[in-house]
């Protein structure tokens, strides 16, 4: 047959065409400020005039487009979504000018812009580029780093990076680059050299020419390359070769295709990270043979790309020996090896680096980079490079720190020299494809000689270096890969598009609506034939043919062999395109599998190539095939079929399948015309011209074959069978075997491709067929494919496997079809693979002998197709069998790869059978299994998609996994067991903080109401909802909102007496006024407290401050009273510290987690200065949430510099409070500069204020918290002692700096005790110990001794210490010191004296410390009761004093009683506030208690009339610190007893209460309610610490008091805050709800472990004493969260506003509305266990749950409609079902429990056409009488059963009776003419292999290999049986056909 028609033939339609105009083209011409600002610049002067006018403008539009042709690009690529899905679109990015345009669009959905960008200069270059951040730069992580996904715009002098995240860089370019490329790494940049950029004179090493930036903010840094020299030594150095160009670089594999200009060879290099070795080597110079090796300097790099990027043009010496200086220079970094100039010889060029004129200047540092656009003489030039001078004019000394290379390219490979000398040119486009049978190919295209060049390349099998193969030259014009279908289309020179797969030719791609190339020959020889004589001569063909048209459906490709011929006929490569038609020009943008053609008249399309299949069942096949052939001749097969499926015109989608058969059946040597079956196949496209010839019969008559052809038919037969035939008794047609089968049996064409492998083809695609088993929703392809496959089985003569499918389709099997001979001899020449069986594998058989604990051999599998075989058949090895290595290994001992490759291994693996193992954990494998098979991907979609009996086994792992899940779980495992509160927890996990959701179901919207709101108390945004489930029964809240507002003027009661005049009236309402004043002040800290971290600040508004109001409103008129009215004397400055804590309180409010910016901290500086001390103390709450970290470092010298005093305090204390614990070094200069000890000795002295002082030196301690840093720690002690200077320094309140430095001492060295390493010799705790009581001063070390040379002229001090001053600072220093270290020798120090005489000596008020910081060092010591607490005080001081109680005064002459009395209560209180410590926000019932009796004496005490000799500022005192004790032991409790006591403390505000008791009292109040309920108290050391600043105990007498302490210290408090509130939050309504936990404790020496129920929402105890918190039923789905893998989880739960999410189990209520649990729809219905059924009403299914697929089953299947007769029976089974189901919970089990019931009925109708759902009883009931079953079932009895327990053994015995009435009713004699091998009755045949699969019967072959026939009794029966692992109720129906008997046994 001629070629013509060949071509002809295979010729292959492309899909849809579309004309193609990139989208940005047409969006740039209306982006706004594209078209005017081009237009002006375009225009000519002449069409000025009139550009306003329209005809101007359209003059200048066309201007614009003339222009802007030339400049416009675009490229494509495959749409890249978020996630990684698969997205069908492409996206474009457009160039024109100054703008980028990415847009995204497919077919079908329109094109739109997704960003546009307009630069500055024109836009040289756009492209897409991942880059990769990470900290470490190492080559193997790079899979798991995190991925910056970007766009890069490259313009002359710099280049623009945009993220998708939105993150902008612009990075400035120091050379001129001529291109850039994205790599796996980053970007890579190409140098552009100018020709004149020659090294001048003294030849010297070039410079480089390719850099790469890792990230835009990295430096841009030279490359390396590594290339093999002559004596395979390899050569490192930079890449300076100005002739290598990059003409292509691919990231996977990472390699690049450079072009050498000057040898014209392309090479390529792979591109990797450099390794440390190689940086060294060019980094150093190494010497080489006594001379420098030839490296370029990375410092005069630098500094030669810092003079480029000045601007000044390197321009060299023209007087230059151009040619040979260049090719010596070139010829060390060039990585091939021959010479590139033929005067100089390859040795002499390599001896550069030995030649002594060469080592001279090499290294003379800068100079050799002084190309300077003004050295033109060569006079200059010599001077210029003489080793010392330097260049004048470009720049004076560089910066030497050397630019570290990252990338190196390591040759791979260069192409042969050609020996013909033609000119060489580039290589104009290089793309990777790979074949159909993925081998990959490299090709290039060279223009110039119309040659597309492939290299096959492939990793080697350690995958770490890629090996070239040869190259391969195919004609071309033009080329581009079609990745979607691993092809490439080239374009002939002749204009013909031919697709070609890897070499292999496929055929032409037709182009509807293109014209053909027409037939006029370019040359004048004569046509062999005209088309039609050459179509009309099938003669030569080989194989006999009906008729021509047949070989038009099955075209065969042109072999291999032949394709010679093809290229050759002259008549093909004279067919040119005429002149007139357009012709395809060149092919561009491949993505996918969508191309553009460009048309030589400029115009272009888009046009799809179709792929090789798109029904699901023949991608299967096809790969299944593919994956055993070899690869030659898979790809043959591959490239026939493509061929025949996309014919022009080619077939529907329906018929795919059916072609697909048929050129199957072709390939392996079938005459598929003879074959009924096929012939039948509906091709369904009559209109398709490749199958119409076929179809077209010569007489429209009709004839007989026509109505045997019915008869014949699939459909006929069923019709045969069908109900209604039996109904109207019709009678069978006698149908006549066609003629034509009768006359010839068929024979096999052995010649064909495929005919050897028909045995493996037949293997492989049977694993299809047990592939789609495992998938319900593949029945229809089963059907299709087990008719192929029965026709196989019967031309191989595999018995068994016929067995095997008539068991499985008796209807579709039955009939003798016709069978094709295949001879002996040919049978010889087929190739059986190893890995073919005899008898037929099958995965239900397999799953079954596995439940029944038998031996099952490994099942074989294909890995890409079998992916659910493999997974079924692993799971139930790990889940039945117990073996948990069935996942962990890939080469699994379960199954058996098939492959194409014959391999030793697989005839061994077969001997390695396995057996049932016992294992322990079985709930572990639940787990296991789980977690498991979401690694793998498998989703809840794939569950459903298995057969329920196949998918039992991982449900019931499912239901074990969600009864008792771990915490932890990834979100995937957590949806795939059905646990939405779970996974919906992992997902809010995954979310960065403040993205959540979760502030959304917190935060109460609260209405704006009534006008009594219209100022703010600034407690508006706590959470109403949360706070009314914590404190349901009262109005508490509303309480403390009503004690702690500082924003309404107070009411001014005082009653005017007749004897007052009304001007004392005036002043005495003032007076009051002033009292109440105090207690206002003190207000706002503990509003901080109780509004803490309660408020996600908007953004774009300033945060809400509300006033501090000092006003009052007097009754009965309501006056207004002031301050200002200058009746009375008013403090001056009387609120500064008020509003700064006011500011504090405000600022306390913003949550940690709140998105806030240092824009957003300026903003909100208030424009008055009177609030500036508010806006100070928001700056220091800022730093104690985190915030300030944020504040950029200028503004922060902006407020220090302002001088402010309280701005620096908040300012410095905030700062440190963020960087707590770090040694930040910035912020210890910053605070330095405030601490004059910190300062050299011979600095200026500042003048800081004292209080600023105060704050550095506790922000001191703040950074250098717990480090026991020993610069620090020196200072701090010797500034506890500081002494007065000699003028006025440091004189006043030098108590509270003394203090604070010892706080910060204690904080420096916390908790170290007395391994203080390295400052043994600073004797810390003695130098504490002088300073606490006193003695000579010692000799002042250290660098200050000058500074206090002289004693103060003011203050008298003498030589010894002033224990009043140091004191308390060194208490509380040696306290946090030894906190926790039980360190009994130090404790003593911290006694109360026991003799009255040492009693005189201390103040009482230190007594309080020393008793604190001594129980605190004996922390295990201390006791929650008042025995303990009295154990503190001395022997004397109890035997004489006072108790709290009594009310007469013992009289005493040597006592002083005074002195006794006040130490006895300060001891007390020193004793109680460490209790406070000890329990703070453990909310211990003991300590509690005590401190509650403590508190009640000492308010008894104060109004007894003992009062007086304690004194009443010292009982206040004490009482305030027992307040305080309890409101820290009951933190966050909002305990009622304490809320009263603070109330009470709260309504006394004359008399002896100052401020500073106010200040106590509402800290108290404050901490009872902290964070509204949210917050507790740790008892960390840290947190210890900053309590110990905060409640420090001694309170300032007024509001401006900072003697003592600095107040601004009291709200260090935050430091010790932590979340502890657990809000369970209903995870369908989305609301707070109550839960029961169970709280499980650690054991400790106190206690053993123990267990708590606790109602949540509630406080949890401190994390590091729970070993678990477990959620409890009976209500809610059960959660644990197991404490003792790490804490981790539950405090990020905690700290995202403790929501831990919670499911509602069926039909229960929740606490809310149900408290008792009496309403629950299980507590009535179980109580009837036995009517459960009936007591059912399908209406209240709603209560038990919210599926709606379960609510609409229950609607419209258990509803009882009118007249149901039979249908009540069927309502009532789905009604309890449905009922099972839910209360069960599983109701995903509902599915299998209708399908069983099913399948149950349409057997007992006989019915059943295919035995699936058998085989799936069948595994039900195999599985739950597993063993591994009945193990776990020992194991929890308490589990409700998971499928009913009554509902299968009705099911079995319904399945029984019917099988048995079906023997009795004849189907014996059937069963017997089986067993014998007989020919059945057609009608019992579905019956028959109902019976076979569920009695698991043999086949009659292994029957009769058993030697059943000559048995004589029913025993020996049993033994032969033993061995076919028959079961015993089977074998009771078959012994007496076997024993010879016909009557059957069954009873």
Not at 567 to 591: E, K, M, N
Not at 769 to 774: D, G, T
Not at 1614 to 1638: F, K, Q, S
Not at 1890 to 1916: D, N, R
Request: aromatic share 8%; glycine share 6%.
């Amino acid at each position: 047959m001629s070629n013509i028609y060949e071509e002809k033939v295979t010729m292959i339609a492309a899909g849809d065409l579309q004309e193609f105009v990139p989208f940005g083209r047409d969006h740039c011409k209306h982006h706004p400020n594209a078209l005017n600002l081009q237009l002006r610049q375009l225009q000519p002067a002449s069409e000025l005039w009139s550009s306003d006018g329209a005809a101007g403008l359209v003059g200048s539009l066309q201007e614009v487009t003339i222009h802007e042709k030339q400049k416009e690009s675009w490229h494509l690529r495959k749409g890249v979504s978020d996630v990684g899905e698969e997205v069908e679109y492409d996206e474009e990015l457009y160039v024109a000018g100054n703008m980028v345009i990415w847009s995204k669009g497919s077919k079908s959905q329109a094109s739109a812009v997704y960003k546009a960008f307009t630069v500055d200069s024109p836009v040289l270059q756009a492209l897409w580029c991942d880059f990769i951040i990470s900290q470490d730069k190492s080559e193997k992580d790079d899979s798991s780093n995190e991925v910056e996904k970007c766009i890069c715009i490259l313009q002359s002098s710099c280049i623009n990076v945009h993220s998708m995240e939105g993150k902008d860089y612009i990075a400035s370019l120091p050379f001129q680059v001529a291109n850039v490329w994205p790599t796996k790494y980053g970007l890579l940049f190409e140098r552009s050299s100018s020709a004149h950029e020659v090294p001048p004179s003294p030849p010297r090493e070039p410079l480089p020419t390719m850099f790469s930036m890792l990230h835009p903010l990295d430096e841009i840094t030279p490359l390396v390359c590594k290339s093999g020299g002559l004596f395979g030594t390899s050569k490192v150095q930079y890449v300076a070769d100005s002739a290598m160009k990059i003409v292509f670089l691919s990231a996977d594999p990472s390699i690049i295709m450079t072009y050498d200009a000057v040898q014209g060879l392309h090479s390529l290099w792979i591109l990797r990270r450099v390794k440390p070795e190689e940086q060294n080597v060019v980094l150093k110079f190494s010497e080489q043979g006594g001379t420098p090796q030839h490296v370029a300097t990375s410092s005069s790099l630098t500094a030669h790309l810092r003079s480029f990027s000045k601007g000044d043009s390197p321009v060299a010496s023209p007087f230059q020996n151009y040619s040979s200086i260049h090719s010596q220079s070139r010829s060390t970094s060039s990585p091939s090896l021959h010479s590139r100039s033929p005067s100089i010889s390859n040795m002499a060029a390599l001896s550069r680096s030995h030649s002594p004129a060469l080592g001279v200047h090499s290294f003379s540092g800068v100079q050799r980079f002084n190309f300077s656009s003004h050295n033109q003489s060569p006079k200059r030039q010599s001077v210029s490079h003489s080793p010392n001078s330097t260049s004048n004019d470009s720049f004076l000394t560089p910066e030497m720190e050397p630019i570290v290379p990252e990338l190196c390219i390591d040759h791979l490979w260069t192409e042969t020299i050609t020996s013909t000398r033609e000119k060489s040119s580039p290589a104009s486009k290089v793309f990777i494809t790979s074949d159909l049978c993925g081998q990959k190919f490299l090709c290039f295209l060279v223009e110039s000689q119309l040659q597309l060049r492939c290299i096959k390349f492939q990793e080697s099998n350690d995958k770490t270096q890629l090996i070239f193969g040869s190259v391969t030259n195919l004609q071309a014009k033009d080329a581009a890969p079609v990745e979607k279908i691993d092809t490439m289309l080239v374009l002939e020179g002749n204009g013909n598009l031919v697709l070609y797969t890897g070499l292999v030719r496929v055929g032409k791609v037709f182009i509807p609506g293109l014209p053909v190339p027409s037939l006029s020959m370019s040359n004048t020889m004569p046509r062999p034939s005209t088309p039609l004589d050459s179509i009309s001569t099938p003669k030569p063909l080989s194989k006999p043919l009906g008729s021509l048209d047949e070989v038009v459906l099955l075209s065969p490709v042109p072999e291999l062999r032949d394709s010679s011929k093809l290229h050759d006929s002259p008549y093909i490569d004279d067919c040119t395109f005429q002149q007139l038609g357009s012709y395809i020009h060149s092919v561009r943008d491949p993505v996918h599998n969508r191309v553009t053609l460009e048309l030589s008249n400029g115009s272009m399309v888009r046009i799809t190539i179709p792929e090789i299949a798109t029904s699901e069942l023949v991608k299967k096949c096809l790969q299944a095939v593919k994956s055993i052939l070899p690869r030659e001749i898979a790809v043959q097969m591959l490239v026939k079929w493509y061929n025949v499926h996309n014919a022009p015109g080619g077939p529907s989608y329906h018929s795919e399948w059916n072609i697909f058969i048929t050129c199957l059946m072709n390939m392996m040597g079938y005459n598929t015309d003879r074959l009924a079956w096929i012939r039948n196949l509906d091709f369904e496209g009559s209109l398709s011209p490749v199958i119409a010839p076929k179809k077209a019969r010569p007489s429209d008559t009709g004839s007989d074959e026509d109505w045997e052809y019915l008869l014949n038919s699939d459909y006929h037969q069923n019709v045969e069978s069908h109900l209604l035939s039996r109904a109207l008794h019709l009678n069978p047609l006698e149908v006549s075997l066609m003629k034509e089968d009768v006359l010839h049996n068929l024979t096999l064409d052995s010649s064909t491709l495929l005919f050897t492998h028909i045995p493996a083809i037949f293997f492989v695609l049977h694993l299809v067929y047990e592939e789609l088993k495992l998938n319900s929703l593949m029945g229809e392809g089963i059907r299709s494919l087990v008719v192929l496959l029965v026709q196989l089985a019967r031309d191989l003569q595999l018995e068994p496997y016929l067995d095997y499918y008539y068991r499985d389709y008796p209807t579709l099997v039955k009939t003798p079809r016709q069978t094709c001979i295949i001879d002996q001899a040919q049978i010889g020449l087929m190739h059986h693979p190893s890995f073919f069986t005899p008898e037929p594998p099958s995965i239900y058989q397999w799953l079954s002998s596995c439940l029944k604990g038998e031996e099952a051999s490994p099942f074989p599998y294909l890995s890409g197709v079998c992916e659910r075989s493999k997974l079924i058949v692993l799971s139930v090895a790990l889940y039945i069998l117990g073996d948990e290595r069935a996942v962990s290994n890939e080469a699994s001992q379960y199954l058996s790869r098939v492959t194409s490759a014959p391999k030793k291994s697989q005839m061994d693996q077969n001997d390695n059978r396995f057996s049932f193992r016992h294992s322990t954990a079985v709930n572990s494998l639940a787990e296991k299994l789980v977690l498991w098979m979401t690694n793998v991907g498998f989703t809840l979609r794939d569950l459903e998609s298995l057969p329920f009996g196949v998918a039992l086994p991982i449900r019931d792992a499912i239901y074990h996994c969600r009864e008792q899940p771990a915490s932890d779980w990834p979100e995937a495992v957590c949806l795939l067991i059905g646990r939405q509160d779970l996974s919906k927890q992992a997902c809010e996990g995954n979310l960065p903080k403040g993205k959540s959701s979760v502030a959304q179901v917190l935060s109460s919207d609260v209405p704006s109401g009534t006008e009594a709101e219209e100022e703010d108390d600034g407690m508006n945004d706590m959470n109403q909802e949360v706070m009314s489930l914590i404190w349901s029964e009262d109005l508490r809240v509303q309480e403390v909102r009503r004690l702690l507002q500082s924003a309404h003027p107070v009411r001014v009661n005082v009653v005017q007496l007749p004897e007052v005049n009304d001007h004392e009236y005036i002043e005495e309402k003032e007076n009051r006024l002033l009292q109440l004043c105090q207690r206002t002040m003190a207000l706002p800290l503990g509003r901080g407290m109780f509004t803490l971290f309660s408020y996600h600040p908007v953004p774009t508004e300033p945060l809400p401050v509300p006033k501090l109001n000092l006003t009052g409103r007097a009754p009965p008129r309501n006056t207004t009273v002031d301050l200002n009215s200058g009746n009375i004397d008013v403090p001056p400055n009387m609120a500064c510290w008020a509003s700064f804590h006011n500011g504090v309180a405000a600022g306390l409010k913003i949550a940690p987690a709140s998105q806030i910016d240092s824009a957003w901290i300026v903003y909100n500086k208030p424009k008055n200065a009177e609030l500036a001390n508010e806006y100070a103390g928001f700056l220091m709450a800022l730093g104690l949430n985190g915030h300030l970290t944020k504040l950029a470092t200028l503004n922060i010298h902006d407020y220090l510099t302002k001088g402010h005093e309280m701005t620096s305090i908040g300012l410095l204390l905030g700062v440190s409070a963020a960087k707590l614990g770090t040694m930040d070094m910035s912020i210890t200069r910053l605070l330095s500069i405030h601490i004059p000890a910190l300062l050299p000795p011979t600095s200026t002295e500042l003048d800081v204020p004292h209080n600023v002082q105060v704050a550095a030196v506790i922000g001191i301690g703040l950074v250098y918290q717990g480090t026991a840093h020993r610069h620090t720690a020196e200072v701090l002690l010797a500034e506890i002692g500081r002494p007065p200077g000699p003028e006025m320094e440091y004189c006043t309140d030098r108590e509270s700096y003394s203090l604070a430095a010892g706080l910060a001492l204690g904080m420096v060295c916390l908790g170290h005790g007395s391994n203080l390493i390295g400052m043994s010799d600073l004797n810390v705790p003695e130098q504490l110990y002088q300073y606490m009581v006193g003695g000579h001063r010692r000799f002042q070390a250290g660098m200050h001794r000058e500074k206090h040379k002289s004693p103060s002229y003011q203050i008298k001090e003498g030589d010894t210490i002033n224990v009043d001053v140091t004191c308390p600072g060194a208490t509380l220093a040696l306290a946090m010191i030894y906190l926790k270290t039980n360190n009994r020798s130090i404790a003593d120090w911290l006694r109360a004296p026991d003799t009255m005489y040492l009693l005189d000596f201390v103040k009482p008020e230190f007594l309080l410390l020393r008793t604190l910081a001594r129980c605190l060092i004996l922390w295990d010591d201390i006791l929650p009761n008042s025995k303990w607490v009295d154990s503190n005080v001395p022997q004397i001081i109890r035997e004489n004093s006072i108790s709290l109680n009594e009310t007469e005064i013992p009289s005493s002459e040597d006592l002083n009683l005074e002195t006794l009395a006040q130490a006895h209560v300060y001891i007390i209180a020193g004793a109680c506030l460490s209790l406070g410590f000890r329990f703070a926000g453990s909310e211990n019932l003991a300590a509690f208690n005590c401190l509650y009796k403590f508190a009640k004496d000492f308010m008894k005490c104060l109004s007894a009339p003992t009062a007086s000799v304690t004194g009443h500022y010292n009982l206040e005192t004490c009482l305030s610190v027992v307040l305080l004790s309890l409101a820290m032991v009951m933190a966050g409790s909002g305990n009622l007893k304490v809320l009263q006591l603070c109330r009470f403390m709260h309504k006394k505000t004359g008399g002896e209460m100052n401020y500073g008791f106010h200040l106590a009292h509402h800290m108290a109040l404050g901490l009872l309610f902290l964070g509204g309920g949210r917050y507790s108290l740790s008892t960390s050391n840290s947190s210890i610490a900053a309590l110990l600043c905060a409640l420090y105990p001694h309170f300032p007498v007024h509001s401006t008091d900072n003697r003592y302490h600095l107040q601004a210290l009291r709200h260090l408090y935050v430091l010790a805050a932590e979340p502890r509130l657990l809000v369970p939050v209903d995870v369908d309504t989305n609301t707070p709800c109550y839960a029961l936990l169970e709280v499980t404790y650690k054991g400790t020496q106190w206690y053993e472990e123990t267990t708590e129920e606790l109602m949540a929402p509630t406080l949890l105890p401190e994390l590091h004493l729970l070993k678990q918190i477990k959620v409890k039923g009976p209500r809610y789905w059960e959660l644990l969260i197991d404490l003792s893998k790490g804490i981790h989880h539950l405090k990020a739960i905690l700290s995202k506003d403790g929501v831990l999410y919670v499911k509602l189990r069926a039909g229960q209520l929740s606490y809310k509305e149900d408290p008792m649990g009496w309403q629950s729809l299980l507590a009535q219905t179980v109580t009837h266990r036995n009517s459960e059924a009936r007591a059912f009403k399908p209406e209240a299914i709603s209560a038990f749950t919210s599926d709606p697929a379960l609510l609409s089953f229950a609607e419209y299947f258990c509803k009882p409609t009118v007249n149901l007769g039979q249908k009540q029976e069927i309502l009532d089974l789905f009604s309890s079902i449905l009922y099972e189901c839910v209360t069960q919970e599983n109701p995903e089990m509902l599915p299998a429990y209708i399908a069983i019931d099913q399948a149950v009925r349409r057997l007992e109708r006989r019915e059943m056409s295919e035995t699936f759902e058998l085989w799936q009883i069948k595994l039900v009931l195999e599985f739950f009488s597993s063993r591994s079953h009945q193990e776990r079932m020992h194991k929890i009895p308490s589990r409700g059963l998971f499928m009913n327990s009554e509902f299968l053994p009705v099911m079995k015995c319904t399945i029984d009776n019917a099988l048995d009435q079906w023997l009795q009713a004849g189907g014996d004699v059937c069963l017997h003419s089986y067993l014998s091998g007989q020919p059945t009755e057609e009608s019992h045949l579905s019956m028959l292999a109902c019976f076979l699969i569920y009695h698991s019967v043999p086949t009659p072959g292994q029957l009769s290999a058993g030697g059943l026939e000559g048995s004589m009794s029913f025993s020996e029966l049993l033994l032969k049986f033993k061995q076919l692992k028959m079961p015993v109720r089977a074998l009771l129906r078959l012994a007496p056909l076997l024993l010879g008997s016909p009557q059957s046994m069954v009873l």
